[in-house]
Nanobody, 112 residues
């Protein structure tokens, strides 16, 4: 059974940085694409970043140049480093194993 557990998140001021991580279990992590989605209040979930088994990355246009996704196949973890955060980055961030496995989510709030 796929299990994804997020950690990190919290409150940060605009322009600040934050990192969220996800510990995965229950599947062959090394050979799978994993990523991060987010859902802001009143909005649909959207893809933030994904990383394939060979390390290729994809980012939403809104986070390019500010966010970096990485993976550690030994520790079965995927992380998202978020820099230059803006209030519109406020959302619940979900770790995802496409197409349909999701973590519980972790709240990221960007506010002064």
């Amino acid at each position: 059974q796929v299990h994804l557990v997020e950690s990190g998140g919290g409150l940060v001021q605009p322009g600040g940085s934050l990192s969220v991580s996800c510990k995965a279990s229950g599947f062959n992590f090394r050979i799978n694409t994993v990523g991060w989605y987010r859902q802001a209040p009143g909005k649909q979930r959207e893809m933030v970043a994904q990383i394939t088994s060979d390390g290729s990355t994809t980012y939403a246009d809104s986070v390019k140049g500010r966010f970096t996704i990485s993976r550690d196949n030994v520790r079965r973890k995927v992380s998202l480093q978020m820099n230059s955060l803006r209030p519109d980055d406020t959302a619940v961030y979900y770790c995802v194993k496409p197409p349909d496995s999701w973590g519980q989510g972790t709240q990221v709030t960007v506010s002064s």
